[in-house]
């Protein structure tokens, strides 16, 4: 099983004389470090030059963290001093470590945030795939979701965040309630199995090389340089590229 024959949707393509660099990205959109990871994949990918050189399509892949999580949302604090069993106060020194690495990043975040089932985001993430709008709508989600200004359980708060960027409303709606967008979802979580994925962020770069974790800006140059290159090796974007092999 190779990255590319999991990676959701059809075939991408470059413009013309333009080389294709494809990053996949399995991620949730309530997972702390999936925010940090993509902003520092961004930075990577502009310190590198790379959109000078290559055509870079980032694809978004779905990985619910908790796929049995309530439809009706909840404190974050609240689920997750559940969840790890302990208390809020603890939770919330563990959640300020990540605002600070986020702040760092210029990133907002929010401590206490709305938590439930994420499955209607990835649907409508899915929904975007089918317009290339994928990485740009779940990026637009979460940063709104963890800078506090969306609840993305809010039906009618995401199709609106969705709506202005372009997103024909009737269509998402219907999508939401679709089951091909939900088994697009299931598709993504088993090839994320198939892969090896049991935590988020997870990257694979030109379906060559994976990158566990939010890694670092450096860690990140690092790898685009390595996966370019392995892509350039062998002779550009393959849809028979060999598995991608964990880099760490």
């Known amino acids: 099983m190779t990255a590319r024959d999991v990676a959701a949707g059809?075939?991408?393509?470059?413009p013309a004389g333009r080389e294709l660099l494809l990053i996949d990205v399995w991620a949730d959109v309530i997972c702390p470090f999936c925010l940090l990871g993509d902003e520092q994949l961004r930075r990577a990918i502009e310190a590198e030059g790379l959109?000078?050189?290559v055509e870079v399509r980032i694809r978004r892949h779905s990985f619910e963290l908790d796929p049995h999580a309530p439809t009706e949302a909840r404190s974050s604090l609240d689920y997750l001093a559940a969840?790890?069993?302990?208390?809020?106060?603890?939770?919330?020194?563990?959640?300020?470590?990540v605002r600070s690495a986020a702040q760092e990043l210029g990133l907002g975040f929010t401590l206490d945030r709305p938590v439930a089932?994420?499955?209607?985001?990835?649907r409508a993430v899915q929904h975007a795939s089918r317009e290339g709008r994928d990485h740009e709508l779940f990026r637009a989600v979460q940063?709104?979701?963890?800078?506090g200004d969306l609840d993305p359980f809010d039906e009618d708060a995401l199709v609106e965040l969705a709506s202005g960027l372009g997103l024909e409303e009737r269509a998402l709606r219907?999508?939401?309630?679709?089951?091909?967008?939900?088994q697009a979802v299931r598709t993504d979580e088993d090839a994320a199995r198939q892969l090896g994925?049991?935590?988020?962020?997870?990257?694979?770069?030109?379906?060559?090389?994976?990158?566990?974790?939010?890694?670092?800006?450096?860690?990140?140059?690092?790898?685009?340089?390595e996966g370019v290159a392995l892509q350039e090796a062998d002779g550009g974007v393959d849809p028979e590229a060999p598995d991608a092999e964990s880099d760490s």
């Open 51 to 53: 959109d000078d050189r």
């Open 10 to 14: 059809p075939p991408a393509a470059a």
């Open 143 to 147: 940063r709104a979701y963890f800078a």
């Open 174 to 182: 219907a999508a939401l309630a679709d089951p091909v967008s939900e």
């Open 83 to 97: 969840k790890m069993g302990t208390d809020r106060d603890t939770v919330a020194q563990r959640e300020e470590k």
């Open 117 to 122: 089932n994420t499955l209607p985001v990835h």
């Open 197 to 225: 994925v049991n935590a988020v962020p997870f990257t694979v770069i030109a379906g060559r090389l994976g990158v566990p974790g939010a890694v670092g800006v450096d860690a990140f140059r690092e790898a685009l340089r």
